[in-house]
């Protein structure tokens, strides 16, 4: 299991840190990166006035920048934590004031279209290792984030073929300075892995939960009164940041259609398997997934607590 370990002053992975969008993932690498001594100097920058101001007043950094060149002037790591549909826009804003050498990574969800966004504005000078922390909330927002929210869960790098390996080692290390296991990767089984473990399921929720929106037999009021079951779970996933999400699938599209083409088979399956009371196959396939439900328990990737972990009132 990892544990986030603080670093000693002279062994600082990084000097100036620099963090573009201040979501739950910015503003909890900004907590952790302090917390555990990972930056000599954490500077935080996000394009809304409203966010920056909540930021400044939550004391996420060291510094709030007013602007892209701000943020990453003097910076030899820079981490964008914006939706991956402006990750190619953000780095065109900071690549004429990036210092020699210095290290750019994110936290995109999806790795393919964001290495090839990034590639088209990043000069030759700074060197790009393409990250993907696994871990959030359904929560977002600068007042969202907290440190130990890397601690004993997953980062995936996918450095290209050929790329820089000092950069790649610089930015491991800085996750398990957070508590993060890590796990090297290339950017299309990533990609495809995301789409079966993170995407689907998402993209599933949403929909259950517009269904039940949609069904004018059942009032809005029931669906919330009689949410205690199954539904309940969807709505957590469903209350994810519409923007991130929505970036997600039109940038991982080709990836999510390949599992969703072959979850609907399965679906088509099961709905054989209830019309025809075999009930042999259903008892089967629910025995399946509780045993790789208490896998994820076994992993440390979940709690076993009752009702998944929620507090009592």
Not at 147 to 166: A, K
Not at 261 to 283: C, M, T, V, Y
Request: proline fraction near 4%; charge should be negative; include cysteine.
């Amino acid at each position: 299991m990892a544990e986030a370990k603080a670093h000693p002053e002279e062994a600082l992975p990084f000097e100036r840190l620099a963090i573009i969008g201040i979501g739950l993932i910015g503003s909890s690498i900004a907590l952790a990166a302090r917390r555990f001594a990972l930056a000599r100097r954490v500077v935080l920058f996000d394009i809304s006035d409203e966010v920056r101001r909540e930021a400044r007043a939550l004391g996420l950094g060291d510094e709030i920048a007013s602007s892209f060149a701000e943020s990453v002037d003097g910076a030899d790591a820079v981490i964008i934590c914006v939706p991956v549909g402006a990750c190619g826009a953000v780095v065109a804003e900071i690549a004429p004031h990036l210092q020699q050498n210095a290290i750019v990574t994110d936290v995109g969800s999806v790795k393919g279209a964001v290495i090839k966004a990034v590639r088209e504005h990043l000069p030759a000078h700074a060197r790009f290792v393409p990250a993907h922390p696994v871990a959030g909330t359904e929560n977002s927002g600068p007042a969202a984030g907290f440190p130990s929210l890397f601690v004993n869960r997953w980062c995936i790098l996918t450095p290209p073929n050929g790329g820089d390996e000092d950069a790649t080692a610089r930015v491991r290390a800085f996750w398990e300075g957070m508590g993060a296991n890590v796990e090297l990767m290339s950017a299309d089984h990533h990609d495809l892995v995301l789409a079966v473990t993170s995407h689907l399921p998402h993209l599933i929720a949403y929909n259950i939960v517009g269904t039940a929106d949609d069904l004018q037999s059942v009032t809005q009021s029931e669906v919330i009164k009689f949410s205690a079951g199954g539904f309940r779970d969807f709505t957590r996933i469903a209350a994810s940041d519409p923007t991130m999400w929505r970036d997600v699938f039109l940038h991982n599209k080709e990836a999510v259609l390949e599992v969703l083409a072959r979850f609907n088979e399965d679906l088509s399956a099961l709905a054989r398997a209830i019309r025809w009371g075999e009930g042999d196959k259903l008892f089967e396939l629910f025995s399946r997934t509780r045993t790789i439900r208490r896998g994820i328990v076994n992993q440390g990737q979940e709690t076993a607590e009752p009702d998944f972990g929620r507090r009592k009132v």
